[in-house]
């Protein structure tokens, strides 16, 4: 054979064998941390779910047949009613990326505009009603233009507002409380939210329930089955995205904090209905909870990611946990201090989840 031949064969054989070796990969098997990993970056809302499960566990063994009892299950339901109603607002806000620290103050500004007018102004008690969710609209319209148009960020505008809605907050009641006598006597129906009915084994619940989970259904809808719902989840994800894509950014955010701020309204009909009067000092930690149960129930803070499920269990799971610790004794210090851990431990595992992506 020439020495051609032989160069030539033995070029083939480099290049069969440098084939062979460039095309030869070691596959691993992702491991069981990457797979859950990878589970819970495609289900988030499982996480809230397990958190849920592990607590009733914990207070079932810990405080014996009284946490199953019915009537401390409804009662679990009613406590979380108005940091759930919150929690839907703020969840909207949130998954724009964004946060409104005024929804707990625009909940309180809005009750004392319809108890005040109605019971102290003597105006019909539907037009007070009507006003009431008017100021909240306009208060979260408020937040959105300074957001959008303006381009504050949402922490400095809402953490302003909160301060600007907590001084009307006293100028408006002028730091008086309505009575629930008062009320009962001349608008009752600010309080029917408040009413109660037995749905058997010593269970009671409130419409103000019944009304959380019919605004978390309208608002699951918009979310997930309307244009607009894939707006606020793009806007969130990627504004700049979102924009080339055609979305009116502007226009979507105004929307979601003009919407939260009528969610936060209903939330102060809520809270009327709850507590029976009307106070300047109610809810003074509903906000800082309705962020715990938007947190806890695994919307992240980043945007873009999260749902109304995850919210509203979130709530329960601060319900069940400040429930279940007051049954077995603990003291309120150490109930706040649980709150706090599961705070952080949520924002961890979605910093955790958020690493997948990237």
């Given amino acids: 054979m020439s020495d051609d031949g032989v160069g030539s064969a033995t070029a083939e054989r480099g290049l069969v064998g440098s084939s062979q070796t460039l095309a030869s990969f070691d596959e691993h098997a992702p491991s069981l941390l990457r797979r859950v990993q990878g589970f ?34 409804s009662l679990v339901l009613q406590q979380v009613t108005i940091i759930g109603v919150l929690g839907i607002a703020q969840t909207l806000v949130i998954l724009t990326a964004g946060i409104d620290l005024s929804v707990g103050a625009i909940m309180i500004l809005s009750s004392i505009v319809m108890g005040r007018l109605a019971v102290v102004a003597g105006v019909p008690v539907e037009i007070a009603f009507l006003l009431g969710l008017v ?7 408020i937040n959105g233009l300074l957001v959008a148009v303006v381009k504050l960020p949402p922490f400095i505008v809402t953490l302003g507002t909160w301060s600007i809605y907590g001084a009307l907050v006293i100028f408006v009641s002028r730091s ?41 259904i309208g608002v699951w809808y918009l979310l997930n089955r309307t244009p607009f719902g894939r707006h606020v989840y793009a806007t969130g994800d990627d504004p700049e995205a979102a924009r080339l894509a055609g979305i009116n950014t502007k226009r ?43 947190v806890i129930g695994g919307t992240s803070l980043f945007g873009g990611r999260g749902s109304l499920v995850g919210t509203l269990v979130g709530a329960l799971i601060v319900g069940v946990f400040r429930n279940g610790l007051a049954l077995i004794g603990v003291d309120v210090l150490w109930q706040e201090f649980t709150v706090g851990l599961l705070i952080i431990l949520a924002v961890t595992i979605d910093q955790w989840i958020r690493k997948i992506s990237a």
Wanted: hydrophobic share 60%.
């Fill in 252 to 294: 979507t955010l105004i929307a979601v904090y003009a919407l939260a701020g009528l969610i936060c309204a209903v939330a102060g009909w809520v809270t009327i209905g709850r507590i029976g009067a009307v106070s300047p000092l109610a809810g003074q930690n509903a906000n800082l909870d309705a962020i715990t149960a938007v």
């Fill in 176 to 216: 008086e409380t309505i009575r629930s006598q008062d009320i009962e006597a001349v608008a009752p129906w600010l309080q029917w939210l408040g009413s109660k009915f037995r749905i058997g084994g010593g269970a009671v619940l409130t419409y103000g329930s019944i009304l959380m989970i019919v605004i978390a």
């Fill in 40 to 73: 819970l970056h495609a289900f988030p809302t499982a996480i809230p779910f397990i958190v849920l499960g592990i607590g009733i566990l914990i207070f079932s063994l810990a405080a014996g047949g009284r946490f199953f009892a019915p009537f401390n299950l």
């Fill in 135 to 141: 100021t909240g609209f306009l208060c979260g319209m």
